[in-house]
């Protein structure tokens, strides 16, 4: 009778022990004041038809980064977001770097950092080549002009 006692504290402890080292390693919950706007913006960059509704992502990602610039969700956004528009390479890199250094032990670390090495290929090679006053966005079904800017052009070039 007392081993089975014995046995049984030493499974509930184990178990104790358990639930709490899972508490520890649970991700970060999105604060109450930031909860609007990341779901608006995931909505919005989720169901992107046009290139406002980028737009419309990368506002309410940028209020929630506003509200809390500590909260690595945020960077993460901003930086999927970003990576989308051409001529926003560095910015996504950066927010994907802030991410990392405020998340160290975020479970897709590798994935991030693959896309922080692509973002820094497509701003060594933007340099060399780049589109004149067209600004570019990538959509689930195609590629898109985001921008035209009427006075980059030179008029007198053939």
């Known amino acids: 009778m007392k081993k089975i006692k014995i046995i049984t504290l030493h499974l509930f402890t184990v178990c104790m022990l358990l639930l709490a080292s899972n508490e520890i390693k649970a991700q970060h919950e999105i604060p109450d004041n930031i909860k609007d706007h990341i779901s608006q913006g995931i909505t919005a960059f989720e169901s992107a038809k046009t290139p406002a509704d980028i737009d419309n992502a990368l506002l309410e990602f940028n209020e929630a980064a506003k509200i809390a610039p500590n909260n690595p969700d945020v960077h993460y956004y901003l ?67 985001r921008k035209i800017q009427h006075n980059s052009y030179n008029a007198n070039a053939t």
């Open 79 to 145: 930086g999927k977001t970003y990576s989308l528009l051409q001529g926003n390479a560095g910015r996504a890199s950066n927010e994907f770097k802030k991410y990392l250094k405020l998340y160290p032990d975020a479970p897709d670390k590798t994935e991030i950092t693959e896309d922080i090495n692509r973002l820094n290929k497509v701003i060594e090679t933007s340099r060399l080549s780049t589109v004149l006053g067209i600004q570019l966005v990538s959509l689930h079904d195609g590629i898109y002009i």
